[in-house]
């Protein structure tokens, strides 16, 4: 497969990491991305690698997986470091999970004894026990679950550096330039349809988030359930006295909405997000940034003094089952790798790895075989 030309659809993080392990392997590699790279939900995120906290009893293989690619994260940033010579904001402070009202405490409690069944590596701490660790937090926090496994990672200099190290392998890069049509003849991708005319190929790859549904081509029984999820962020810069170290996350029974604060080793304070099911409406609204100051202000009350540097919106792309599609479709030679909503950053490692593999090998790995297409057709 060494030898043979391969187009990925989508220049975010999951088609330039698989972009640049394929490339890595020899591949003769072509990406067409809509837009510029990894400036889409890629740049919108947070960077929060964060399986523990994000844990659910109905998504176990979701978390297996999750766990199994946040393990690989110290591989991918020093292999990613060295080859692109920059730092990718790797942190591994940790994640603390707070409550302040008497409901969100018993939600805190619900959400710590899960995690104890999960067999997860937490720690139910007192609110003066995380003020301890986090000065800045409310003193209305009266407990807190301490995930100190779940880290993070600068999202925007992952995608630039992914772009990087991509290109320096020898993959080429199309910016600006949607695929209109995924070209199929009888039952086999051939290749795709741009605005350059047809791209033939040996296999196409779709890792065009949110928007891998819209592309046409495909056989509605194959097209990829996946919905853009709106997601309004901020950025505030910190100061003296109010210099976070770990990701702050909020249980919130009532309003205002959760919050979570992601420090960057930059200054920057990100505060994120909103969740909304809006198609692809991307406007920055006063109710989202009020909530989510609102959500802020209540777990930091510093944050009041805070300047706001930048706001932005995201589409995250959303599964019916809220987990990727990852792997063979029933068309020769098309793969997805896609569908990933909040949790696109974090299995980027593992994603890259297995489709670079599946593809060099043909053979699908255990780890993303729960994640195919055909799950959605089982009974």
């Not at 005319?197 to 509605?220: E, H, K, N, R, Y």
């Not at 255990?366 to 195919?372: L, R, S, T, V, Y």
Request: proline share 5%.
């Amino acid at each position: 497969m060494k030898n043979n030309k391969i187009i990925i659809i989508g220049g975010g993080v999951i088609g330039l990491g698989i972009g640049w392990q394929l490339a890595k392997a020899g591949a003769a590699v072509t990406i067409y991305e809509r837009g510029q790279a990894g400036r889409g939900a890629s740049w919108a995120a947070a960077g929060m690698l964060g399986p523990i906290a994000e844990a659910h009893i109905d998504e176990l293989d979701l978390l297996k997986l999750s766990n199994q690619s946040l393990a690989r994260y110290p591989e991918w940033v020093d292999e990613l470091e060295t080859e692109t010579e920059m730092r990718i904001g790797y942190r591994a402070e940790g994640t603390l999970i707070i409550g302040i009202e008497p409901d969100d405490i018993y939600q805190l409690r619900h959400t710590y004894a899960l995690q104890q069944d999960l067999g997860l590596n937490v720690e139910w701490l007192s609110g003066e026990e995380a003020r301890e660790i986090e000065g800045a937090l409310s003193p209305y926090v009266t407990a807190a679950i301490r995930c100190e496994t779940d880290h993070q990672v600068d999202n925007r200099l992952m995608a630039q550096a992914l772009q990087r190290a991509y290109q320096r392998r020898g993959g080429v890069l199309h910016q600006n330039s949607a695929v209109e049509r995924i070209v199929i003849e009888n039952g086999t991708a051939t290749g795709v349809q741009t605005q350059d005319g047809f791209q033939g190929a040996d296999v196409c790859i779709l890792a065009a988030g949110c928007w891998s549904g819209q592309i046409s081509g495909l056989p509605d029984t194959i097209i990829p359930p996946v919905r853009p999820v709106k997601g309004q962020m901020l950025a505030l810069q910190m100061r003296e006295g109010i210099m976070i170290k770990n990701v702050i996350r909020t249980v919130k029974a009532r309003y205002p909405m959760p919050v979570y604060l992601v420090p960057r080793t930059d200054g920057r304070l990100i505060v994120g997000a909103t969740t909304e099911e809006l198609g692809f409406d991307t406007d920055l609204t006063v109710r989202g940034i009020y909530e989510l100051l609102h959500g802020a202000c209540e777990a930091v009350p510093g944050v009041y003094e805070l300047p706001v540097i930048e706001t932005w919106t995201g589409l995250r792309p959303g599964s019916n089952d809220n987990a990727p599609i990852l792997g063979k479709t029933p068309v020769e030679n098309l793969i997805y790798a896609t569908g990933h909503y909040r949790n696109g950053i974090l299995l980027t490692p593992i994603t890259a790895y297995e489709i670079a593999e599946l593809i060099l090998t043909g053979e699908t790995s255990e780890a993303i075989a729960p994640f195919q297409l055909d799950r959605f057709s089982k009974s």
